[in-house]
T-cell receptor
């Protein structure tokens, strides 16, 4: 699975959009981009995933560049409850028993 | 919604005790996983199971065993707890097959302290 690079920490004002970047320059054609987050002392929570098209669900939007070497997770209206560590993971499909490899992630602090 | 539950949120045990951590999922998922999470080390896979009575070792199986007698339940067993097994233990599950089914869904975690 390809390695990802994320900023260590970010701040965001409550109510504003939070844009979390992720670099995955060595991604290969069959690898998907997944985003999870982990609120302090809780288990990781799945947010969204995509291959090459932009994706949106009730939690967030995922923008993947055309060359697929980077992506951005967008929380459109951040709330205090969105304060968490956000992990970008690149993983091939069909890896049935495969582990998820979480990097250091981005610690997002949403401030009032 | 997918729901993965773990038997305890916090657990304190003594060195040498046998410890059982239980995980239950209610979405008929074939795959189940046990990870531990430690500061600076990220998530590490202990064991996983892709079917009832089937198990596969992950990266750090030493000191642990697992049991999967029913599809919805995956137990992690610490045969003789040691202080270096103090950690956050996370259970996850996923469907088998391609597409979104491979997304892993996590339980709330069990924070184990071994004294």
């Amino acid at each position: 699975d390809a390695k990802t690079t994320q900023p260590t920490s970010m701040d965001c004002a409550e109510g504003r959009a939070a844009n979390l970047p992720c670099n995955h320059s060595t991604i290969s054609g069959n690898e998907y981009v997944y985003w999870y987050r982990q609120i302090h002392s809780q288990g990781p929570q799945y947010i969204i995933h995509g291959l090459k098209n932009n994706e949106t669900n009730e939690m967030a939007s995922l923008i993947i560049t055309e060359d697929r070497k980077s992506s951005t997770l967008i929380l459109p209206h951040a709330t205090l409850r969105d304060t968490a560590v956000y992990y970008c993971i690149v993983r091939a499909r069909g890896n049935q028993g495969g582990k998820l490899i979480f990097g250091q992630g981005t610690e997002l602090s949403v401030k009032p | 919604d997918v729901k993965v539950t773990q038997s305890s949120r916090y657990l304190v045990k003594r060195t040498g005790e046998k410890v059982f951590l239980e995980c239950v999922q209610d979405m008929d998922h074939e795959n189940m996983f046990w990870y531990r999470q430690d500061p600076g080390l990220g998530l590490r896979l202990i064991y996983f199971s892709y079917d009832v009575k089937m198990k596969e070792k992950g990266d750090i199986p030493e000191g642990y065993s697992v049991s999967r007698e029913k599809k919805e339940r995956f137990s992690l067993i610490l045969e003789s707890a040691s202080t270096n097994q103090t950690s956050m233990y996370l259970c996850a599950s996923s469907l088998r097959g391609g597409g979104i089914q491979e997304t892993q869904y996590f339980g709330p975690g069990t924070r184990l302290l071994v004294l």
